[in-house]
């Protein structure tokens, strides 16, 4: 048997349909939701990252198309998650993992498959390089090639960089999606997490124009005095 095949065998023996039922629900699978024809197994994440663990260095490029091909959402984060490990482990392989992902963004096409993975690969092999290909998937029509960008700068601000993630934020104050929204918020917040007095001037020249959700995500950290005062208006 293939580590391909053992690998699905194992995702299926973690199965839990009742998890699974909820998890359809939660990522908004029915039709013509944002991840509608989602498919789920039921299986928590810790699970899959001890799976990641034990198969990155097992499962090959082919592999992995395969399983980021399929319909099952698992299988699609387990190949993201060895994605992230091969990179961690093997500094030559670092260009290749980061072409492969780029390759594949139609098929990371979830909330949390960016959110895990964006940073960890394409938010890190950028640190030290030209980030224009960020600004190229911001201008996507696609939410998720827009998000990738957006969540990929959280590399950026742990390192207290945050010049990217502000001119995203800019560019994306008018995308009409609540889980773009969500994400330049949650960004900002970190930006404010690390430099409050960034954030502060980024929304005194855009608070009045940004959308709800992103603002409240934004000052989430924010007193309670100063929360009312930003969103008063």
């Known amino acids: 048997m293939s580590s391909l095949q053992n690998l699905r065998k194992e995702l299926k023996s973690l199965a839990n349909p009742e998890k699974a039922k909820i998890l359809q629900g939660f990522f908004k699978t029915g039709q013509g939701q944002y991840g509608e024809g989602d498919v789920f197994l039921g299986i928590v994440v810790p699970e899959?990252?001890?799976?990641a663990k034990k198969y990155w260095n097992l499962i090959g490029p082919q592999d992995l198309q395969i399983l980021l091909n399929s319909e099952v959402h698992e299988e699609r984060l387990i190949a993201l998650l060895i994605l992230v490990k091969k990179y961690e482990n093997s500094e030559i392989a670092r260009q290749l993992v980061f072409d492969f992902y780029?390759?594949?963004?139609?098929?990371?096409?979830?909330?949390?498959l960016v959110d895990l993975s964006a940073p960890n690969i394409v938010g890190k092999f950028l640190l030290d390089k030209k980030r224009d290909v960020l600004y190229d998937l911001v201008k996507s029509s696609n939410l998720w090639d827009k998000r990738i960008s957006i969540i990929s700068t959280f590399s950026f601000i742990r390192e207290k960089?945050?010049?990217?993630?502000?001119?995203?934020?800019?560019?994306l104050l008018k995308d009409?999606?609540?889980?773009?929204?969500?994400a330049v918020g949650w960004m900002l917040r970190e930006v404010g997490k690390r430099d409050v007095n960034v954030l502060e001037d980024f929304l005194k020249k855009h608070y009045k124009n940004m959308p709800r959700t992103m603002l409240r995500y934004a000052i989430e950290k924010f007193d309670e005095k100063k929360r009312k005062k930003y969103l008063a208006k």
């Open 48 to 51: 899959q990252r001890k799976l």
């Open 102 to 112: 780029l390759e594949n963004t139609k098929n990371i096409n979830n909330w949390d």
């Open 161 to 171: 960089d945050f010049e990217d993630t502000l001119r995203i934020s800019e560019i």
């Open 176 to 182: 009409e999606h609540d889980l773009i929204h969500k």
